[in-house]
């Protein structure tokens, strides 16, 4: 491909251009860690996070760099408890878990079915248990699991961007409607879900990442979630790279994550949080970028719009 030629996306593209996985135990974890979470209650209270090794997600979402600590193969039956059990020994008690495993939690080759009660069993103990998944992939299953859990289930899935043509870019395989779809089944089942929109997919000006992710919260609440986290995009997974190389793709600033989430807590619909990993990756300047965090981190925690940063790259 030469410099100016149409990039053509597809699930072939994107896999192709994709670097080494990181090597994994399947009886391991990839990471296990404790953060603080404003639960819907209003408590800002622990939340543990176990991060499971399983096979790697069926879909192949544009902006993912998930795979990295994935499994080709799935993992055998009783891999994932084991797992659970482990982190569970290291991590302190806490009241809330999520369980998050590269993909979806209701995908059958990345956790097997035969796996649910034991999971179940183990949890036992928490209040709410948090797992993610692919919209397409709610369906009774997600009652069975429901069913044997002592704790209240929440789902967090992926609407990305209701932008349905940057949607159909990212390879999500979904429609707005399947997403729309999952939450209300998921509602009409008494599940809470949560949401994930992105700050700033590739082919948009950083203004447009700012609206759409705008129109992406508005559109995630009207369609019944309880709970937003906004994502800034960033590159490392080999596709995101090209774009970045070819001008097709620039990360957001910190600056827009500060708007958007202020736009979000605004709204009164529900929590909303930034992602605040990496933070250093959205911003140039050095002597703002802890005070930006810093704030980033206190919104999420009161949902109240804290005050302004003055520096000179405002
Ligand atoms: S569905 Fe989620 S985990 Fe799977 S490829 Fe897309 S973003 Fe990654
Ligand atoms: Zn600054």
Redesign the pocket.
């Known amino acids: 491909m030469n410099e100016n030629s149409e990039i053509v996306i597809n699930e072939r593209w994107i896999v192709s251009n994709r670097g080494k996985k990181n090597s994994v135990d399947p009886r391991k974890p990839y990471a296990w860690l404790v953060e603080k979470e404003r639960t819907i209650s209003g408590e800002i209270e622990d939340i543990a996070i176990i991060f499971l090794t399983n096979r790697?997600?069926?879909?192949?979402?544009l902006?993912?760099?998930?795979?990295k600590n994935t499994t080709d193969e799935t993992v055998p039956v009783g891999a994932i408890p084991d797992q659970i059990e482990w982190a569970l020994n290291q991590l302190p008690h806490v009241k809330h878990l999520k369980l998050y495993n590269?993909?979806?939690f209701f995908d059958g080759k990345a956790i097997p079915e035969e796996d649910y009660e034991r999971i179940a069993s183990l949890v036992s103990n928490f209040e709410t248990v948090i797992v993610?998944s692919?919209p397409r992939l709610i369906n009774e299953k997600c009652l069975l699991f429901r069913n044997m859990l002592k704790p209240e289930l929440q789902i967090a899935m992926?609407l990305?961007t209701v932008n349905s043509e940057i949607l159909l870019k990212?390879?999500?395989r979904m429609t707005l409607e399947d997403f729309k779809n999952s939450v209300s089944y998921l509602k009409q089942h008494g599940i809470n879900s949560r949401a994930?929109v992105l700050l700033r997919p590739p082919f948009l000006t950083e203004s447009e990442g700012i609206y759409w992710a705008e129109r992406s919260i508005d559109y995630t609440f009207s369609a019944g979630v309880e709970c937003c986290t906004v994502i800034p995009v960033r590159s490392g997974n080999g596709a995101m790279d090209l774009l970045l190389e070819k001008g097709r793709f620039t990360p957001p600033d910190i600056h827009s994550l500060e708007m958007v989430l202020e736009y979000g807590i605004g709204l009164n619909a529900g929590r909303v949080f930034a992602d605040v990993w990496d933070l250093d990756l959205f911003s140039d300047c050095k002597k703002c970028i802890d005070q930006r965090t810093n704030r980033l981190v206190e919104m999420n925690l009161s949902q109240k719009i804290s005050g302004t940063i003055n520096c000179k790259c405002d």
């Open positions: 790697e997600c069926q879909y192949h979402c902006m993912c760099d998930l795979w590269s993909g979806s993610e692919h992926g990305e990212l390879n999500k994930f």
